[in-house]
């Protein structure tokens, strides 16, 4: 199936500007998706036509440091509770409240957090290759915040690049993607100047969190969880969600399990049966939907 141009959308919160594709008609029932860390927007752009051609209306938003969303001020970070603020300011600014939230890796983790904090704004939600937040051990702490300084003491130094051909096939040994994919997901985190490739991205996006809730955290945090949720995992996806998926079926209100073949990236690799699942599970369309602020 072709994959259309999304149409360029932006919202502004406090201190910066996100991006954001949406396709679509306008008057479909809205699906707001959030993509993994150091994606963007062209993580959904294999699903968009699946679903619009469904009825549907996508809107992929593009976090802060990626893609074409502003970077965070000087001095700031990118910790996970940032992210759910600055979801907190989008949210009124939505033009309608979604029918479904769908998140997939860091983008589910939040997506999981932000329908916990806010049950009145999330009836559905859909998560890929995410099952609750990333948690560590409490005797971790210490070195953990030691190695999360020491990754901002160092710095990133801005570089260009000459051939793209070496950042795609990089790309696609790290997501498990083929070059065809890698190179989708590159078109909007790279920019071209003077003749060299540079990156979008915040290179602050690769220092390391110098904190991690611990399990315990993270079920509490978790525990307002109403909205009805659709788990899917890859069939050759992150081994540890599996391992995981049975002890965090209660941070999950109860989701509904379901895995489509692919790797870490499945809503790339297979579109069509996760539209199928994503279809079957919102059931009701947007007018279901419209009592949530």
């Known amino acids: 199936m072709t994959q259309e141009p999304g149409r360029e959308r932006r919202f502004h919160l406090d201190t910066l500007s996100l991006a954001a594709l949406e396709w679509g008609p306008p008057q479909g029932p809205l699906i707001l998706a959030l993509h993994g860390w150091m994606d963007n927007a062209h993580s959904f752009a294999p699903l968009a036509p699946v679903l619009t051609e469904r009825g549907y209306r996508l809107l992929a938003l593009e976090l802060p440091g990626h893609g074409h969303s502003d970077h965070r001020p000087q001095g700031n970070y990118y910790h996970f509770l940032d992210y759910l603020y600055d979801l907190h300011q989008l949210w009124p600014q939505l033009p309608e409240p979604p029918a479904l939230l769908l998140g997939h890796s860091m983008g589910g983790i939040l997506g999981g957090l932000f329908a916990s904090l806010y049950p009145e704004r999330v009836s559905k939600l859909a998560i890929l290759e995410a099952m609750g937040p990333l948690t560590a051990k409490p005797d971790e702490?210490?070195?953990?915040?030691?190695?999360?300084?020491?990754?901002?003491?160092?710095?990133?130094?801005?570089?260009?690049?000459?051939?793209?051909?070496?950042?795609?096939?990089?790309?696609?040994?790290?997501?498990?993607?083929?070059?065809?994919?890698?190179?989708?997901?590159l078109e909007r985190n790279l920019q071209q100047r003077d003749g060299l490739w540079h990156w979008r991205s915040d290179p602050r996006l690769r220092t390391r969190s110098p904190w991690m809730m611990t399990d315990a955290q993270g079920e509490q945090l978790m525990s307002d969880l109403q909205a009805d949720t659709l788990v899917v995992l890859g069939e050759d996806g992150f081994e540890g969600l599996r391992e995981i998926s049975a002890a965090r079926h209660q941070w999950l209100n109860q989701p509904q399990l379901e895995s489509i073949a692919g790797g870490h990236h499945c809503h790339m690799e297979s579109p069509e049966a996760l539209a199928e699942l994503i279809d079957g599970f919102i059931g009701v369309k947007s007018s279901e939907h419209t009592n949530l602020g």
């Open 141 to 185: 702490s210490l070195e953990r915040m030691r190695a999360g300084f020491a990754s901002r003491d160092k710095g990133f130094k801005p570089r260009g690049y000459p051939d793209l051909a070496p950042l795609v096939s990089a790309r696609a040994a790290a997501g498990g993607l083929d070059d065809a994919l890698a190179r989708l997901l």
